[in-house]
């Protein structure tokens, strides 16, 4: 089977920074992405890893560790706007994407 | 480029009926995935395309749910006879050629309710 796990609710003040976690456990990986979906919206693509380590796309960062099936996302200066869910999701054999259970972040002024 | 288009927005329905949901993904895009997602939940993958082409389809998805792109452009979901645990938005998604294949574009999604 796969499985996805993260964290169910995070909170933060704004200007904080605030890491979000995931392990997986899939059939097949071919790579681990982080998506942002706000309330009553589509979700949108925020990353990808497909080698280990870090990659930074603005105030956002994610990394990943194949060895240890696990990856993070990293949101520094915290604003409002950011308050949302946040899913990992694993590019497995198939060419699909598996979906984790999502975070959900609070941001507080 | 307008982005992936998914109609209806709403659709509220009886338990029994048949529904249909449509989905424009981003012209030229040849892949298309539909997927469901509850409330609290991630989406969850139904099925996907290459042009015309069903690559693959959910095996937890009942045989109730059938969907088609008969032209390699829109798509169409139907679910039959349908029940309430079908209630959920229906997600549809595309990439083309050149873009990172985890880089999906969502519609806004189709908010299913079986009364």
């Known amino acids: 089977g796969q499985s996805l796990e993260q964290p169910s609710e995070v909170t933060a003040v704004e200007g904080a920074i605030v890491q979000i976690n995931c392990t997986y456990q899939t059939s097949g990986f071919y790579g681990l992405s982080w998506y942002q979906q706000h309330d009553g919206g589509a979700p949108t693509f925020l990353s990808y890893n497909g080698l280990d380590g870090l990659e930074e796309t603005g105030r956002f960062s994610s990394f990943l560790s194949r060895s240890d099936s696990y990856g993070y996302l990293l949101l520094q200066e915290l604003q409002m706007k950011d308050s949302a869910s946040y899913f990992c999701?694993?590019?497995?054999?198939?060419?699909?994407?598996?979906f984790g259970t999502g975070t959900r972040l609070q941001v507080f002024p | 480029d307008t982005g992936v288009s998914q109609n209806p927005r709403h659709k509220i329905t009886k338990r029994g009926q048949n529904v249909t949901f449509r989905c424009d993904p981003i012209s030229e895009h040849n892949r298309l995935y539909w997927y469901r997602q509850t409330l609290g939940q991630g989406p969850e993958f139904l099925t996907y395309f290459q042009n015309e082409a069903q690559l693959e389809k959910s095996r937890l998805l009942s045989d109730r749910f059938s969907a088609e792109r008969p032209k390699g452009s829109f798509s169409t979901l139907e679910i039959q006879r349908t029940e309430q645990g079908d209630s959920a938005m229906y997600l549809c998604?595309?990439?083309?050629?050149?873009?990172?294949?985890?880089?999906?574009?969502f519609g806004s999604g189709t908010q299913l309710s079986v009364l």
């Open positions: 999701a694993v590019t497995d054999e198939g060419d699909k994407l598996i």
């Open positions: 998604a595309s990439r083309g050629t050149g873009e990172l294949n985890e880089k999906l574009f």
